[in-house]
Every structure is written in structure tokens, then in C-alpha cells.
């Protein structure tokens, strides 16, 4: 298994969650949480020990944990909070640039540039 392509395709899951959240309306946290727990489960993996990913990697896992803590108590029924909503755009945008380095390093081994694994 390449570490990257399966990071890219988990965090992708999570991507694709939290993008459209109207789509998973019915389960959204129990469905962001699975997917968080797989895109957690790959960092820890390998992918943050990896050179060719950022020094944030360490930092970005850490923080995915505390997001699972916190979809693991909505999913129990807690109210969402501001909160919430704060700690959830803030694991947007790491999402986001955790697929960017994802998508370069993979271009590097190709020689062509990605974004989301779309060429560009």
C-alpha cells in the first residue's frame, strides 16, 4: 500500500463530508467521525514520519485526535456549539492543506501538478 495514495483517497472521505454536509444530513457525525477515524488511522500509519510531508504533519494528526474526541460527543447527542462549529472549520481548512501536500508529493513523482488530484 502507498501511504500517499490511501491518505489522499481518506482524506478525500472527509473532504467530501464536510464540503456537503446537507448530503449526509441524516448521519453527518457518525459518517464524519468513520471517516475522520480512517484519515487518523493512516497518519498514524506512517504518513507523519514520512520526510516528504510537512513539519505540521505531527501537529495536524494531534488535532485530528481532538476532533474525533468532539465528533465521538456530538455523535452521542450533544448540543452543537459556536464551539463546535469553529473546531470544525478549523479541521476544514487542515483537511484542505493536508491534501494539498498530499497532492504535491505525489506530483513530484509523477513531474505533474495536481490539485485534489485533478491535473492541472
Known amino acids: 500500500m502507498d501511504i500517499f495514495h490511501e491518505a489522499k483517497k481518506r482524506f478525500q472521505s472527509v473532504h467530501a463530508i464536510l464540503s456537503y454536509p446537507e448530503i449526509y444530513a441524516q448521519d453527518y457525525f457518525t459518517q464524519l467521525s468513520a471517516a475522520t477515524k480512517e484519515a487518523y488511522a493512516v497518519m498514524e500509519a506512517g504518513l507523519c514520519t514520512n520526510a516528504a510531508i510537512d513539519s505540521n504533519c505531527i501537529d495536524h494528526r494531534n488535532f485530528i485526535r ?25 479541521y476544514t481548512v487542515r483537511v484542505n492543506s493536508i491534501l ?7 506530483a513530484s513523482r509523477t513531474g505533474s501538478r495536481v490539485w485534489y488530484g485533478l491535473p492541472l
Open 100 to 106: 494539498e501536500r498530499i497532492s504535491t508529493v505525489l
Open 66 to 90: 481532538s476532533v474525533m474526541e468532539t465528533l465521538k460527543r456530538l455523535e452521542g447527542g450533544l448540543e452543537k456549539t459556536d464551539r463546535h462549529e469553529a473546531t470544525l472549520a478549523e
